[in-house]
């Protein structure tokens, strides 16, 4: 119990400092005369009130967290703030459920962007802003969990690796403490973040989208200011700048700051999670493109290409945009891309998944195992870019792919058992586990999550935010030898 009083005493400035985040949609409100005004003032007040409260009722518990209370203080938070970042959504919206409110801000939150609303187009604009301002905040807050929170808990990509990945995971310290290195990397994130809003705009788009946009194209959250979401620009040009800052954003954004800090595009030859995930990207749109234009989806090649690409490279990296219902393309390509979302991004972005890099080790220890059994007296170390992997780390990587592939086969049981399709159920916890937002049939990119029962709904919630958390860090809490002393 003390343990639990100890991160609440925590989590008490946390809440209060994400209320303050509410000023921004707050002051658009105020500026453009919106109707959600009111809501952000009652949010606020009752943020900070129950952070206050929380801190103050456990200020003698206040004392040095342990590793193991980062578990549940990661796992926490999490699982909070989107209570609090729904209180807009149910002061404007009255006639929106708790559980739909909470699904919306856990989704943008995760960065997953899987919606339950309708009528984006007529929202007022502090609210789609607070949408997508959120999944903004959230892809920061994932970018100082892969590099500065998880590797201290023992489960995060630099300490799992030990420093011996190549490219930027080999920089065990990209600079000397942990606070400097995730200001650095928020300063890489913004900087990128602005050069979209600039490009989008130029594109064509409003300041309002492009900024909304920018904001879920780097946090790879993929919520849009717009029901049809980016089909409802039918721009080249707009589906070009996103192709390019969602391809970014997949990428460590430790090997953005170390290109960045080099001046030099050589970082990023030297990263064999970028190389391949940029590779794959070329390889699946080049290829999927030909396959909808030999199957008739498309009368032109190039036709084909535009809208296989886009729409590849947003359900690969996990962000989720659409600009056409590829839930009526051959199966084949949908399920391609489903597959992509699970394997693609770099450790150290903003998507999720499996990752590349786990893919990468998981590929070389099969190849291993295939040599071993030819030749058992063999040395064979596993390397990736002439770094030797320990064996623990290949266990490690191993294990958390079985859990992860687990936890999709179980949840997906649970949503078919209370009466979803196969097709869309499996669908729904991929696209949740890999925060990657639409699936196919009844939560397809032309519909949406609101088809589901509340139940449905609170699954579809625990699926985004365990795999936001890399499976291990939420699932930890829930064995008894967590609890023990």
Same mark, same amino acid.
């Given at each position: 119990?003390?343990?639990?009083?100890?991160?609440?005493?925590?989590?008490?400035?946390?809440?209060?400092?994400?209320?303050?985040?509410?000023?921004?949609?707050? !002051?658009?409100?105020?500026?453009?005369?919106?109707?959600?005004?009111?809501?952000?003032? #009652?949010?606020?007040?009752?943020?900070?009130?129950?952070?206050?409260?929380?801190?103050?009722?456990?200020?003698?518990?206040?004392? #040095?967290?342990q590793?193991r209370?980062?578990?549940l203080?990661?796992?926490?938070?999490?699982?909070?703030?989107?209570?609090?970042?729904?209180?807009?959504l149910? +002061?404007?919206?009255? /006639?929106?459920?708790? @559980?739909?409110?909470?699904?919306?801000?856990?989704?943008?939150?995760?960065?997953?962007?899987?919606?339950?609303?309708?009528?984006?187009?007529?929202?007022?604009?502090?609210?789609?802003?607070?949408?997508?301002?959120?999944?903004?905040?959230?892809?920061?807050?994932?970018?100082?969990?892969?590099?500065?929170i998880l590797?201290?808990?023992?489960?995060?990509?630099?300490?799992? %690796?030990?420093?011996?990945?190549?490219?930027?995971?080999?920089?065990?310290?990209l600079?000397?403490?942990?606070?400097?290195?995730? *200001?650095?990397?928020?300063?890489?994130?913004?900087?990128?973040?602005?050069?979209?809003?600039?490009?989008l705009?130029?594109? &064509?788009?409003?300041?309002?989208?492009?900024?909304?946009?920018?904001?879920?194209?780097?946090?790879?959250?993929?919520?849009?200011?717009?029901?049809?979401?980016?089909?409802?620009?039918?721009?080249?040009?707009?589906?070009?700048?996103?192709?390019?800052?969602?391809?970014?954003?997949?990428?460590?954004?430790?090997?953005? %700051?170390?290109?960045?800090? &080099?001046?030099?595009?050589? =970082?990023?030859?030297?990263?064999?999670?970028?190389?391949?995930?940029?590779?794959?990207?070329?390889?699946?749109?080049?290829?999927?493109?030909?396959?909808?234009?030999?199957? &008739?989806?498309?009368?032109? %090649?190039?036709?084909?290409?535009?809208?296989?690409?886009?729409?590849?490279?947003?359900?690969? @990296?996990?962000?989720?945009?659409?600009?056409?219902?590829?839930?009526?393309?051959?199966?084949?390509?949908?399920?391609?891309?489903?597959?992509?979302?699970?394997?693609a991004?770099s450790?150290?972005?903003?998507?999720? &998944?499996? *990752?590349?890099?786990?893919?990468?080790?998981?590929? *070389?220890?099969? /190849?291993?195992?295939?040599?071993?059994?030819?030749?058992?007296?063999?040395?064979?170390?596993?390397?990736?870019?002439?770094?030797?992997?320990?064996?623990?780390?290949? %266990? !490690?990587?191993?294990?958390?792919?079985?859990?992860?592939?687990?936890? +999709?086969?179980?949840?997906?049981?649970?949503?078919?058992?209370?009466?979803?399709?196969? +097709?869309?159920?499996?669908? =729904?916890?991929?696209?949740?586990?890999?925060?990657?937002?639409?699936?196919?049939?009844?939560?397809?990119?032309?519909?949406?999550? /609101?088809?589901?029962?509340?139940?449905?709904?609170?699954?579809?919630?625990?699926?985004?935010?365990?795999?936001?958390?890399?499976?291990?860090?939420?699932?930890? +809490?829930?064995?008894?030898?967590?609890? /023990? *002393?």
């Amino acid at each position: 119990m003390g343990s639990f009083l100890g991160v609440a005493h925590v989590i008490g400035p946390v809440i209060v400092i994400f209320a303050l985040t509410m000023l921004a949609p707050l !002051s658009l409100a105020f500026f453009g005369g919106d109707a959600a005004l009111y809501a952000y003032d #009652e949010s606020i007040l009752i943020a900070v009130a129950a952070g206050g409260f929380l801190w103050l009722a456990t200020r003698r518990h206040k004392r #040095e967290l342990q590793p193991r209370d980062g578990f549940l203080l990661v796992s926490l938070v999490w699982a909070v703030l989107p209570a609090f970042a729904a209180l807009p959504l149910l +002061i404007y919206m009255p /006639q929106l459920s708790f @559980t739909d409110a909470y699904f919306e801000t856990a989704s943008a939150l995760t960065t997953t962007g899987a919606t339950v609303l309708t009528g984006l187009d007529t929202l007022p604009p502090s609210v789609n802003l607070w949408r997508h301002l959120l999944q903004w905040l959230g892809g920061m807050g994932i970018i100082v969990l892969a590099v500065a929170i998880l590797p201290l808990l023992g489960v995060g990509g630099r300490e799992m %690796f030990k420093a011996e990945t190549p490219g930027p995971m080999k920089d065990a310290k990209l600079t000397p403490r942990i606070a400097e290195t995730a *200001k650095n990397l928020w300063l890489v994130y913004a900087a990128i973040t602005l050069a979209c809003i600039i490009a989008l705009k130029i594109a &064509g788009m409003s300041w309002l989208d492009a900024v909304s946009h920018a904001f879920s194209a780097m946090s790879l959250g993929g919520f849009s200011t717009h029901d049809a979401s980016v089909g409802f620009f039918d721009s080249p040009a707009i589906e070009a700048v996103l192709i390019v800052f969602m391809t970014l954003a997949g990428i460590n954004f430790a090997t953005h %700051f170390l290109a960045w800090r &080099g001046r030099s595009l050589g =970082a990023y030859l030297r990263d064999a999670e970028a190389v391949a995930f940029v590779l794959l990207m070329v390889a699946s749109c080049i290829g999927i493109g030909w396959y909808l234009w030999i199957m &008739g989806t498309y009368e032109s %090649f190039w036709t084909a290409l535009r809208h296989a690409s886009f729409n590849l490279i947003s359900v690969a @990296t996990d962000c989720g945009y659409a600009s056409v219902d590829f839930d009526k393309w051959p199966i084949f390509a949908p399920l391609w891309m489903l597959f992509l979302s699970c394997v693609a991004v770099s450790s150290g972005s903003t998507g999720g &998944g499996i *990752k590349m890099i786990r893919t990468i080790v998981q590929y *070389k220890q099969s /190849q291993r195992e295939l040599v071993k059994l030819l030749h058992p007296a063999v040395v064979n170390p596993l390397k990736i870019g002439g770094q030797v992997i320990p064996n623990n780390v290949v %266990f !490690s990587v191993q294990g958390f792919i079985f859990l992860y592939f687990m936890s +999709i086969v179980i949840l997906t049981f649970v949503l078919m058992a209370s009466g979803l399709d196969y +097709i869309s159920a499996f669908s =729904a916890i991929i696209a949740c586990i890999n925060n990657m937002g639409p699936g196919l049939n009844q939560v397809g990119p032309a519909a949406n999550y /609101q088809v589901l029962t509340d139940f449905q709904t609170w699954v579809c919630s625990f699926a985004m935010i365990l795999g936001r958390l890399e499976v291990f860090t939420l699932l930890i +809490i829930f064995t008894p030898a967590f609890w /023990q *002393k």
